[in-house]
């Protein structure tokens, strides 16, 4: 079966860096797009990152650009973000999902979703 599960969540200060990782099984990641989500309390889900399925070209939105970086390793059927710089803003509860054969990631059109990680940027 196909599951993602996200790890590397928890608190930390303004500035600060954190390491998200998700962990697939049940698929190859060759094959699916790759887009990590957030959604704070009372706010909309909204897109962070996405690595194509076609070419690996990663977009990210423009709020986190130059302080996120998103990655895979396909030997271990992993997905990441590096987040870096962290701002108060960034707090969230962050996803990993993916899409089959698509080239970009729709925030209520992928396949299959992971439970999320807690992401609190506090002083």
């Known amino acids: 079966q196909v599951q993602l599960v996200e790890s590397g969540g928890g608190l930390v200060q303004p500035g600060g860096s954190l390491r998200l990782s998700c962990v697939g099984s049940?698929?190859?990641?060759?094959?699916?797009?790759i887009g990590w989500f957030r959604q704070a309390p009372g706010k909309e889900r909204e897109g962070v990152s996405c690595?194509?399925?076609?070419?690996?070209?990663?977009s990210y939105a423009d709020s986190v650009k130059g302080r996120f970086t998103a990655s895979r390793d396909n030997a271990k059927n992993t997905v990441y973000l590096q987040m870096n710089s962290l701002k108060p803003e960034d707090t969230a509860v962050y996803y990993c999902?993916?899409?089959?054969?698509?080239?970009?990631?729709?925030?209520?059109?992928?396949?299959?979703w992971g439970k999320g990680t807690l992401v609190t940027v506090s002083s």
């Open positions: 999902a993916i899409a089959l054969k698509r080239l970009q990631c729709p925030a209520y059109g992928m396949d299959y």
């Open positions: 049940g698929f190859a990641l060759d094959y699916f797009a």
């Open positions: 690595i194509s399925s076609s070419d690996g070209r990663t």
